[in-house]
């Protein structure tokens, strides 16, 4: 990873934070976001997705579902540095009147290509349909899709898969972020999946391993051609709330907000100065 990579992943984490703690944390799952900060970073920051900021409904773009809606404020976080819109907005994070809500909703936010409700598993049914168009259509566009590795426990997922190798959409690729967490505990607890690796194959897809964390790593993932005729499982392996120690690998913080205890050590590893959460917090929100 270059320096500039560095810089900007931890001013993500940095905005995702400051996003939260401006409207008090209602919706956020701060967790979940860092987890897939670099994931979204190198999509839109280098050069793998097709898009136009200043024309979100660009017909020649390429297509992003973040089906793990609950992680909205990475998405939000990447959609302003990209420059979608203005980061100032995200401070409005969960406002009263503001666009940016804790599930994203494709028909306020620019850039969001997909609304989410909260209901795990939809994700990639909805960008297998939007490739399978495209390839009806003779489109070029790719379509990417991020899940969890807890969502992956929902049926929906599997059909899609099936249906997706079954119509070679190859043009669809799907990351999965292997953070090895959800909601209450650990994946392996839940379902005692040992290897997503060897599930998504036996359904036919091409398969690629990336360090989740490391942007050098996903960008070679990202760059590599699929198979022909398959589509692709970019299998990212990541650490549930990256980038501050206390929040890493810790199950408690899927959905919670720092004590006072807790924030010094979040503004200390995030380097978040005091003149920061003040400015924030000019923009609470009304609830």
């Known amino acids: 990873m270059t320096n500039d990579d560095l810089q900007n992943t931890r001013e993500l984490r940095k905005n995702i934070f400051l996003a939260a703690y401006s409207c008090g944390g209602a919706a956020a799952h701060l967790a979940s976001a860092f987890s897939i900060v670099e994931i979204m970073y190198v999509l839109y920051m280098k050069g793998i997705l097709k898009y136009r900021s200043g024309e979100p409904g660009w017909d020649g773009r390429d297509i992003l579902v973040v089906s793990k809606g609950h992680a909205s404020l990475a998405a939000y976080a990447v959609l302003s540095m990209a420059g979608f819109f203005d980061k100032q907005e995200l401070f409005t994070f969960c406002g009263g009147e503001t666009r940016l809500g804790g599930e994203p909703s494709m028909h306020l936010v620019p850039g969001v290509e997909a609304s989410s409700a909260g209901s795990l598993g939809h994700g990639l049914s909805f960008g297998a349909g939007i490739a399978m168009a495209n390839k009806m259509d003779n ?108 929040m890493e690998n810790n199950p408690d913080w899927h959905f919670k907000m720092p004590n006072k205890r807790e924030l010094k050590t979040v503004v200390q590893e995030l380097g978040i100065t005091g003149e920061e959460l003040l400015n924030c917090r000019k923009h609470t929100c009304s609830r």
């Not at 969502?151 to 953070?179: F, H, P």
């Not at 690629?208 to 993932?221: F, I, K, P, V």
């Open 139 to 246: 489109n070029s566009s790719k379509v990417y899709v991020i899940i969890g590795d807890g969502e992956c426990q929902e049926g929906t997922i599997w059909e899609a898969a099936m249906s997706a190798v079954r119509y070679g959409l190859d043009k669809l690729t799907v990351i999965l972020d292997n953070n090895r967490i959800q909601k209450m505990g650990t994946v392996m607890d839940a379902m005692a999946v040992d290897s997503w690796e060897n599930r998504w194959k036996a359904f036919g897809w091409h398969i690629t391993r990336a360090g989740g964390h490391d942007t050098d790593s996903l960008l070679e993932a990202f760059e590599n051609p699929a198979e022909k005729g398959k589509p692709r499982l970019i299998i990212a392996d990541t650490v549930k709330g990256k980038g501050v120690s206390i």
